[in-house]
């Protein structure tokens, strides 16, 4: 039997994949019970009251998926009264996702987190759409260092620091959320894009640009976690385009510790059981006793990364 | 309880899209693999489907949905599932159908299965129409697909002892949908449509008020077109009759995660933006919205 725990900090899950944010919620209990899953994140809250963004919200664009769906939210106290209670049905640790404009904002949302049954915080300080002219907390490791130093001082749960992929220095940033004591990272966020519709002349998403996500950004958020497992030593969950155990895997060996999966559960509602099951099954027949072991188990010693290809 | 004896069945390499889980008794919806029995078109611009499926699909009720992964072929790769609303339910027969019209890339897919292909189809969504035992008739009007949403519906209330009339609107006779239904459950039926003049607002006016004024319209339903839903809900408040509407918006999960399917309503305490996919896509037409 494969042990498929993994730990990230001071929390051990049964197992290493979990949702990403804003692509799960209760309704999908049900379908089936998530006592399966390795951890529950929840969309992400702000402690405002929004109402996210025009439609279309959503476009398909070759095998993956552009959103603009802004983050509309009933607010903290809706969240701890209404929500929190069906997640606590499961055993299942749950994480909640967290985000504010501004680095005080945000702590004082955190605080207010500060409820029993919940696992762990994730800060989610790269969404792309409603920061101001997209530039999110994690575009620089100046702000990113800013907001999750903020963000330490206001609570004393495991603290996960989620990033964006539109950063051109992944690197820094990642270090800067480590060094203001981060408990983990997750990498990444959607990317931004935009989709048109010739026909029409019109973009075909109502908020104009939008985050892309799905099996067409996968490789994209293999060499983020790639680069970020380089230089940190906390442990990197990795998050963008996985759908299945082998996507898992390859994460994995790139450097993830855990790995959450988002918009393939809109196309097959049970895909983060069949990574489960399938990371378990993959592990049996490469006769690997835990799943922790794939961890930054790629064989690249001795290769070279093209310095004229690589970004920092 | 382990990992491995909760997991969906496998699928073979190359079936991806089409991976499903044996219906799990406690859950109320299900990722079903079902098995095409018939896909024929039936005029023009619509085709048939009929499935076999077994589970909670075969609990369907009228005006629910499914979101089915759509094939991908050699011209689209239809990414996203796209949702369809039940047009019959037979849980003796195991069979679930659908009415489709061929509009893009998921549909175009839909169009190419063949008899013993199969579809996952993820579902019974969302919530259907509802028929109060003291209403004694009903009207329904739809246009063009709208008809096949409420096709199982009139037969829902033609089995309480409700009376049924229907208006039936199209761009043409030949595209008029599921009159024989209507017809087999004893409905009386008033065909409209726009190549004879009859779909205008005054004369289907005309028919709503008709209805109202003999006394054979406890509640108004429709869904298909916003100017039928329009007129239905001016003549519901002034008539004070209560009434349904089934509303489209594009989807993503179909389980209320992505907020993608978000339209507006007028309530009582304002506007408020509700999800199609789980607080519909059955709503009060008195608080329903166009665009
Ligand atoms: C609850 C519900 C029930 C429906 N029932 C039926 C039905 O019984 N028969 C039927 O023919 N159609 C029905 N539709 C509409 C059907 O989902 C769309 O026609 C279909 O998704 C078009 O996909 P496509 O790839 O062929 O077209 P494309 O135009 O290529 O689709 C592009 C995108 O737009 C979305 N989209 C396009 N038109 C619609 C629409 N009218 N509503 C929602 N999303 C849309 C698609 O899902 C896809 O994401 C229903 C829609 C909803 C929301
Ligand atoms: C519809 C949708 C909504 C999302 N909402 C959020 C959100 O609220 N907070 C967040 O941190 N990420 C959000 N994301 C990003 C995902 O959590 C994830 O980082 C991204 O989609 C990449 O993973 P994927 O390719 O597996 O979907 C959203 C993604 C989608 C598609
Ligand atoms: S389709 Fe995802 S919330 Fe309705």
């Given at each position: 039997m494969v042990d498929l725990q993994v730990r990230i900090g001071s929390l051990t899950l049964k197992n290493p994949v979990m949702p990403a944010s804003g692509t799960f919620s209760e309704g999908l209990a049900r379908v089936f019970s998530f006592d399966d899953l390795g951890a529950l994140v929840t969309k992400t809250l702000t402690a405002e009251l929004r109402g996210g963004n025009p439609t279309p919200r959503v476009a398909e664009s070759g095998q993956g998926l552009l959103n603009s769906i802004g983050i509309p939210s009933k607010g903290?106290?809706?969240?701890?009264?209404?929500?929190?209670?069906?997640?606590?049905?499961?055993?299942?640790?749950?994480?909640?996702s967290v985000s504010a404009p501004?680095?005080?904002?945000?702590?004082?949302?955190?605080?207010q987190l500060d409820v029993p049954d919940i696992a762990a915080i994730e800060a989610n300080i790269s969404c792309p759409n409603i920061e101001e002219d997209g530039k999110a907390f994690a575009m620089r490791a100046s702000s990113t260092a800013a907001v999750v130093a903020e963000l330490r001082r206001a609570t004393a749960l495991p603290l996960w620091v989620k990033l964006t992929p539109n950063t051109g220095d992944i690197g820094a940033v990642a270090r800067a959320a480590e060094d203001r004591g981060a408990d983990a990272i997750v990498v990444a966020n959607t990317i931004l894009a935009m989709a048109i519709d010739a026909e029409t002349f019109k973009p075909r998403l109502g908020g104009i640009m939008g985050g892309f996500s799905g099996p067409a950004i996968k490789p994209i958020a293999l060499r983020l976690v790639y680069q970020c497992a380089k230089v940190v030593g906390i442990p990197v969950i990795g998050c963008g385009g996985i759908a299945t155990a082998e996507d898992a895997v390859e994460f994995m060996l790139a450097g993830a510790t855990a790995v959450q999966v988002g918009t393939a559960t809109f196309v097959r509602p049970t895909a983060m059981l069949d990574v489960v099951g399938d990371l378990a099954a993959f592990c049996d027949r490469k006769g690997i006793a835990k799943v922790s072991a794939l961890t930054g188990a790629l064989e690249d010693r001795g290769m070279q990364v093209d310095a004229l290809e690589a970004l920092p | 309880m382990s990992i491995l004896t909760s997991l969906p069945v496998q699928t073979e390499a190359g079936e991806q899209a089409v991976g499903a889980v044996p219906s799990l008794g406690a859950f109320e919806v299900a990722d079903t693999r079902s098995v095409v029995v018939v896909n024929r078109a039936i005029n023009d611009d619509y085709c048939h489907l009929v499935l076999e499926a077994d589970g909670p699909a075969l609990s369907a009720r009228a005006g629910q949905f499914f979101n089915l992964a759509c094939p991908n072929t050699a011209a689209d790769m239809p990414y996203l599932r796209r949702p369809?609303?039940?047009?019959?339910?037979?849980?003796?027969?195991?069979?679930?159908?659908f009415l489709y019209k061929v509009a893009g890339a998921g549909t175009r897919g839909l169009a190419t299965l063949q008899p013993g292909d199969t579809l996952a189809i993820l579902g019974p969504l969302g919530n259907g129409f509802t028929l109060d035992p003291r209403w004694k008739n009903i009207v329904v009007a739809g246009r063009g697909v709208g008809l096949a949403t409420l096709a199982p519906l009139a037969e829902a209330a033609a089995e309480a002892g409700i009376g049924v009339t229907a208006i039936l609107s199209a761009r043409a006779k030949s595209l008029v949908m599921s009159a024989e239904r209507f017809?087999?459950?004893?409905?009386?039926?008033?065909?409209?449509?726009?190549?004879?003049?009859?779909?205008?607002?005054?004369?289907?006016?005309?028919?709503?008020?008709t209805y109202v004024e003999a006394g054979q319209a406890d509640a108004f339903f429709t869904c298909g077109s916003n100017r039928l839903m329009l007129l239905m809900k001016r003549l519901a408040a002034r008539f004070n009759i209560a009434g349904q509407?089934?509303?489209?918006?594009?989807?993503?999960?179909?389980?209320?995660?992505?907020?993608?399917?978000?339209?507006?309503?007028?309530?009582?305490?304002?506007?408020?933006?509700?999800?199609?996919?789980?607080?519909?896509?059955?709503f009060d037409l008195a608080e329903a919205l166009t665009w």
């Open positions: 903290i106290p809706y969240f701890i009264e209404h929500t929190l209670p069906e997640y606590r049905k499961s055993s299942t640790p749950l994480v909640v501004t680095a005080e904002l945000f702590a004082g949302a955190v605080r | 369809m609303s039940v047009y019959r339910v037979s849980p003796a027969q195991r069979r679930v159908e017809e087999r459950i004893g409905a009386r039926i008033a065909v409209v449509t726009d190549e004879d003049g009859t779909s205008d607002f005054a004369n289907v006016e005309r028919h709503l008020v509407v089934a509303l489209e918006q594009q989807m993503a999960c179909g389980l209320g995660m992505c907020f993608c399917c978000v339209r507006n309503f007028e309530t009582t305490g304002g506007p408020e933006q509700r999800r199609v996919c789980v607080e519909g896509p059955v």
